[in-house]
């Protein structure tokens, strides 16, 4: 099934700011929004943003969610080291009847 | 608080099955909808499967359509996941998540390995 685009690799410095994007189509992310994952090595993923950019309880303020027409993003300012992991967004997607991820991008913080 | 346990992953042939099992406890079970999600060794996230939280409503990835069946007991507070014909790209660790807006709650995950 076809998924979500997202740049595989994305490196910024200590302290900077990250911009990471998921680009879908109108029956997904354009629609329907797009929800943000972060995953660590050997550890479950966690929900740092709902279909709505919303941010759960807990997570970090330094995050924040946005969608321009079919294409998702989730910016992190001022980077720390355990900000490091992969990041996945999700879409419902209306055509297919079936969610959708990206391909998950791995942020690398130098 | 509120828990996910997979459980039910193990070693198994092609061609042949397996059933995964979720116990979720500190909320609602009967209220939300679930959903199952698998990670091949070293891969992204795949989506397989969704249920409504009263069970009339099922979703399926392509890849898994015909081969596994979702289910839920919300008298018990388990989610399962029927496994048939397992292929050897079904393997990997498989989630259980809880829909809260979004995939909100995660299990640990159950690791299902197809080999012969």
């Known amino acids: 099934q076809p998924g979500l685009t997202q740049p595989p690799s994305v490196s910024k410095g200590l302290r900077q700011t990250a911009t990471l994007t998921c680009t879908g189509n109108?029956?997904?992310?354009?629609?329907?929004?797009a929800a943000w994952l972060q995953q660590h090595q050997g550890h479950p993923p966690k929900l740092l943003s709902d279909?709505?950019?919303n941010r759960p309880s807990g997570i970090s303020e330094r995050l924040s969610a946005s969608r321009s027409g079919s294409t998702a993003s989730l910016t992190i300012t001022g980077l720390q080291p355990e900000d490091e992991a992969d990041y996945y967004c999700?879409?419902?997607?209306?055509?297919?009847?079936?969610?959708?991820f990206g391909g998950g991008t791995k942020l690398t913080v130098l | 608080q509120v828990q996910l346990v997979e459980s039910g992953g193990t070693v198994v042939q092609p061609g042949g099955s397996l059933r995964l099992s979720c116990a979720a406890s500190?909320?609602?079970?009967?209220?939300?909808?679930m959903h199952w999600v698998r990670q091949a060794p070293g891969k992204g996230l795949e989506w397989v499967s969704f249920?409504?939280?009263?069970?009339?409503?099922?979703f399926y990835a392509d890849s898994v359509k015909g081969r596994f069946t979702i289910s839920r007991d919300n008298s018990k507070n388990t989610l399962s996941l029927q496994m048939n014909s397992l292929r050897l790209e079904d393997m990997g660790v498989y989630y259980c998540?809880?829909?809260?807006?979004?995939?909100?709650?995660w299990g640990q995950g159950t690791m299902v390995t197809v080999s012969s």
């Open positions: 500190g909320f609602t079970f009967s209220d939300y909808a």
């Open positions: 109108s029956n997904n992310v354009g629609n329907q929004g």
């Open positions: 249920i409504s939280y009263d069970g009339r409503h099922k």
């Open positions: 999700s879409a419902w997607d209306t055509s297919l009847s079936a969610w959708v």
């Open positions: 998540a809880k829909e809260g807006n979004a995939f909100d709650i």
């Open positions: 279909r709505n950019n």
